[in-house]
């Protein structure tokens, strides 16, 4: 079965607003983790939160939420 597509998993995680768009990036890699639901390490969450600056309703929180659910 085909994964989600970077663009799928940008739109779920509510990162529409990152412009990257290589399944090369650190973003996408981590997207894929947290949606097959792997934990995330410190170093993952401290990448996340740089990528999402201040948003209020950020990728970032809903995916730490979701991995340590």
Known sequence: MKGKSFDELK???????????STDSHLYKLLKKIDGGSQLGDPDIKVLKKL????E?????????????
């Open 52 to 55: 999402d600056g201040d948003a």
């Open 11 to 21: 739109v779920k995680y509510k990162a529409t607003e990152n412009t990257e768009t």
């Open 57 to 69: 309703d950020c990728f970032a929180r809903k995916a730490v939420c979701k991995t340590k659910s």
